[in-house]
């Protein structure tokens, strides 16, 4: 059974940064593209960014250059940082990742962890 487990998540004031941390564990042979969306209630998620195994990123417009993902592949664990953040950015963050595992591959979703942006 793959797991994702997202850390990092809370109360920050405008302007300010938070990081997030996601960890696969499990019966993994290999992971893919790894990622971050976020979600607020009654609005669909959407995808803040990804990157593959290789390193390449890819960023949703509203984040570009405050926004920073990256990926640790030893521990299975993507990581986003955020600067700069205001509160249009408060919402749930989920991590997604494409996990080869005895059943072929598929994508696994954290549980969310919720960023609030408030002063």
């Known amino acids: 059974q793959v797991q994702l487990v997202e850390s990092g998540g809370g109360l920050v004031q405008p302007g300010g940064s938070l990081r997030l941390s996601c960890a696969a564990s499990?019966?993994?042979?290999?992971?893919?593209?790894m990622g971050w969306y976020r979600q607020n209630p009654g609005a669909q998620r959407e995808l803040v960014a990804t990157i593959t195994r290789g390193g390449t990123t890819n960023y949703a417009d509203s984040v570009k250059g405050r926004f920073t993902i990256s990926r640790d592949n030893a521990k299975n664990t993507v990581y986003l940082q955020m600067n700069s953040l205001t509160p249009e950015d408060t919402a749930v963050y989920y991590c997604?990742?494409?996990?080869?595992?005895?059943?072929?591959?598929?994508?696994?979703w954290g549980q969310g962890t919720q960023v609030t942006v408030s002063s």
């Open positions: 997604n990742a494409g996990v080869l595992a005895l059943g072929g591959w598929d994508s696994h």
């Open positions: 499990g019966i993994m042979f290999s992971i893919g593209v």
